[in-house]
C-alpha cells in the first residue's frame, strides 16, 4: 500500500501541485508574518543598542501616566537639576549629563506643511555634543535661543541647509529658529530608525518640550575607571532614591526594545489572525481536491479492496498522500514566507524613514508554525474524504459509475446543529455575556456558523445554481455548463463556500463600520451646533493642535457668537486610565453643542471643577458634589469636584476639565475649535477669516461642519481598504479553488468530454461551456458570502444598538460589485481548465478509463 500510494502520488504530479496551492499560500502567510516581526524585533534590539551605546547607567524619572506603545505617546517623567547635582557626586561617576528628548517636536516644510510621520517619534532634544554616535555634518550646535540643529533626515525631507529660517511646533505655537547645523549617527546614518530630531539648547528644549525650566527627562552617567555599570547602577540608585529608575545601558536598550515588542505582537497577531482566514478557506479547497481525488480513484481503491486491502489501510493511503502533499507545500509555504517577510521588512524600513534592518532570519516559530499548520491544516481536510474512501465496496471495481449521489438528509441536519450553535456563540459574544472571553467567543461563533453554513450549502447550490444559470441558457454551451455546475452539490458547494468565507468577512466588517460611520455622523449632525471646526488629521502618537488664542481672536469676528476649543490627555481617573478633555470654556462648549445638564450645571469651571457624562459618573459611582482624583500627564494630582454631568452623545468627551488644567496635559494645545455664528450669518463670510488665524498652525484647518464630520469618518474608509487587502490572500485561495475543482473535474470527466467533442460540440463551444460552470460557480459564492456578509454585519449592528450604532447600512455598491468581479474571477479562474479541456484528443478521450 506504501509503494503504491507513493507511485500513485508521483504518477499524478499535477495533482499534487493543484493540492498544494492553498496550503502553500496559508503557510507564507504564517510564516512570513514570524519572519517579518522577528526581523523587526532584532532590527529595533540593535537599533536601541546603538542609541546606548556611550551610556553606562541612565537615570529615568516614572511617568506620571502609564501608557501602552500601541495607545499613543507616553509623556516621559521629569528629573530636576538637583537630581542631576546630586547623581554627580556619587563615587564612580565619571560624568553626568542632563538629557531631554520628548515627542512633538514639528518642523515646518518649504511648503508649509508640518513634515509627515509614519508614527516614529518626532523628538526636541537638548544638543550635548558630538559622542561615537552622534556626528555633526554640517554647522555647528546651537549656542543662541533662536538656532537649532537638525538630523540629516530632517534636514532632507524639509530641503534645509544652514543658515535657513525654519519654524517649529512643539508645547508652545510655532517659532521661528536658525539653522546652524546638520547632524547624523554612526554608520553614515541620516536617522535612528527615521525618527526625526530637532535639537535646541537646554534651556530652549527645557520649555519648549518640557514645559519648564531646570527638568530633565533623563541623566545619562558614564562610570569612572575601575567601576562596571552593575557597581555604578546600584550606587546611583542609592543615591536618588525610588522615585527613579535606575538602569545599565544594556537594561535601558532591553526596556525600550520591550516597549516596541508589545506593538509588533499586537501587530504580528493581526497578521496571524488574517494568516488563519486564509487556511480556513484553504480547508475547503483541499477538502474538495481530496474528495474529487477519491471519487476519480474509485475503481482503483475498489480493486485495492477486492485484493485484500482493509478499510484502515485504504484511510492510510489518502492520509499519507495528504502527509506528503502536506509536507512538501509546508516546506514550500516557509521558503515563500521568508522572502515575503522580508520583502515587506524592506518596505517597512522605506516606509519609516530607513529603519537599518538587521539580517533576514528564519526564527524557530515560523519554522515549527509552518510544518504544524502546512501538515495539520492539510491531514484534518484529508479525513472526511478517507473515511469515504474506506467505505467503497470492492463490487465499485466492476462498475462504470462508482459514485452516484448520496442524500443530503444527514449533512443537512448536521449543518442546522453547527450553524445554530454558532449562531448562539455569536448572540453570547455579542451581547458581552462572557466577560473578557467576548472576543474569543465572536470569532468562535463566527467560524462554527462558516462551517455551519458550508454544510448547508449543498442543499440550495442545485436550485440556486440552477437559477443562475439561466441566464446563459440561450445557448447550449451555457445549458451544458449550467447542468455542469449543478450536478454534483456537494462539490458545487465546497468551492462556492471558500469563496463565500473571504466575501462574508469583508462584506460583514464593511456593514458594521459603514453603519458605525453612518450613526456616528448622524449624532454629530444633530449635536453639533458649531457652523465651523477647527481640527487636523488625528495621529494617536501625537495629535494637531494650535494656539488657544485663536479662539479668543475668533471669538471677537462679526457674526461669531462663541468659540470653544477641546485639548486631549490621557490621565488615570481614581487610579483608571482615562481619555480627559479640558474645554477653553465649558459654557461656550455646552451651548456650540446645544447640550443641557443631566444633573448639577455646565458653566464655566473653576480651576478645581470638573464635569463628566452621566454614564461615566454611574459606572464609577461618582454623583455631583463628590470629588476626583485625576493624575495628568504632568504635575501633581488633582482633586477636582463633580459639578454637572450630562447625556454621554451631547458633548464630546466622557470628562471635561477646566481650561487651567491643559497646562499639565501632555500637548496643552487645544486640538479641536467649535465656532458657532450668529443666526442668519453665513458660512462663507466667516471661514475666510478663520482660517487666517490659522496661518501658524500648519497642522489643522477650519471647515464647516458637513466638512468637519466627513473627516472625521474618513478614516472608516481607510480600516475597510486594509481590510480588503489583508484579505485578499484568502480570496486569491478562494479563486485557486474554483481553478483546481475546474482542472479535476475535467480531468473526472474526460470521457464525457471526449464524447461530447465526438458528437459535435466544438472547441470554442467547450471553452464556453467550461467558462459558464466556473462563473455560475463563482457567483454563486459570491452570492452566498454577501448574504452570510450582511446578516452577521446586520447582528452585530443590532447588538451594538446600546453603544449608540442605530442606523444599519447595507453597502449595495460594494455588494454587487462584489458580484461581478465574481463573474470577471470566473472567467479568468475558467482560462487554463478551458484550454486543457479544449485540447483533449477525443479519440483518447473516448478511451479513457
Known sequence: ??????????????????????????????????????????SFDALFSDVYSTTDVGVLAKPKVSVATVDGVEVPGTIPAATLDKVRTVPGVATATGRIAADGARVIGADGKVLASVGTPRLGINWVGEDDLVKLTAGRGPNADGEIAVNAAVAKAAKLNVGDQVGVLTLSPKQQFTVVGVFGY????????????????????????LGQSGLYSEIRVAAADGTTPAQLRDSVASAVGADYSVLTGDQLSEEAAGDLQTGLAFFNSILLGFAAVALFVGVFLILNTFSIIVAQRTREL????????????????????????????????????????????????????????????????????????????????AVLPALRASRIPPVAAMQDVANPDRPLTKITIAGGVVTALGVILLGVGLAAATGDSVLPTIMGGVLVTFIG???????????????????????LPGRLGRLNAGRNPRRTAITAAALMVGIALVTGITVTIESTKSSLAGKAEDTVRAQLVI????????????????????????????????????????????????????????????AVPAAGTLTTLRPDQAVMSAQEAAERGVSVGQTVSVQLSRGPVHQYTLVGTYEEDTLPAAYVL????????????????????????PVAQVLPQVQALLADSPEVSAADRSVFIEQQTSGFDQIIMMIQLLLALAILIAVLGVVNTLALSMLERTRELGLLRAVGLSRAQTMRMVTVEAVVISVFGALLGVVVGALLGTAVVQALDGEGITELVLPWGQMITYLLVAGLVGVVAAILPAIRTARLNVLGAITHD
Open 535 to 594: 481640527s487636523g488629521d488625528q495621529n494617536p502618537s501625537w495629535p494637531p493642535s494650535f494656539d488657544a488664542s485663536v479662539l479668543d481672536r475668533a471669538a471677537t469676528l462679526p457674526g461669531v457668537r462663541g468659540a470653544a476649543g477641546l485639548s486631549y490627555d490621557l490621565a488615570q481617573v481614581n487610579g483608571e486610565r482615562r481619555p480627559v478633555n479640558a474645554a477653553t470654556d465649558l459654557a461656550r462648549l455646552a451651548d456650540v453643542y446645544g
Open 658 to 681: 477646566p481650561a487651567a488644567a491643559s497646562a499639565d496635559f501632555g500637548n496643552p494645545q487645544p486640538i479641536y475649535g467649535f465656532i458657532r455664528l450668529s443666526d442668519g450669518v
Open 302 to 381: 475498489a480493486l485495492m479492496r477486492a485484493l485484500g486491502a482493509n478499510r484502515r489501510q485504504l484511510i492510510g493511503s489518502v492520509l499519507l498522500e495528504a502527509l506528503v502533499i502536506g509536507f512538501i507545500a509546508a516546506v514550500v509555504g516557509l521558503i515563500l514566507g521568508v522572502g515575503v517577510g522580508a520583502a515587506l521588512a524592506s518596505a517597512f524600513s522605506a516606509f519609516s524613514g530607513g529603519l537599518e534592518l538587521a539580517g533576514v532570519g528564519v526564527p524557530p516559530s515560523a519554522v515549527i508554525s509552518a510544518l504544524v499548520v502546512g501538515v495539520l491544516v492539510t491531514m484534518i481536510a
Open 1 to 42: 500500500m506504501l509503494r503504491s500510494t507513493l507511485k500513485s502520488l508521483l504518477a499524478r504530479k499535477l495533482r499534487l501541485v493543484l493540492s498544494g496551492i492553498a496550503v502553500i499560500l496559508g503557510v507564507m502567510s504564517v510564516s512570513g508574518s514570524f519572519v517579518l516581526t522577528d526581523t523587526l524585533s532584532r
Open 453 to 475: 453554513i458550508a454544510m448547508l450549502t449543498p442543499l440550495i447550490s442545485k436550485p440556486v445554481v440552477s437559477v443562475l444559470g439561466r441566464i446563459f441558457a440561450w445557448s
Open 186 to 209: 554612526s554608520g553614515d546614518r541620516d536617522s535612528l530608525g527615521g525618527v526625526q530630531e530637532v535639537a535646541f539648547t537646554e534651556p530652549v528644549a527645557q520649555k519648549l518640550m
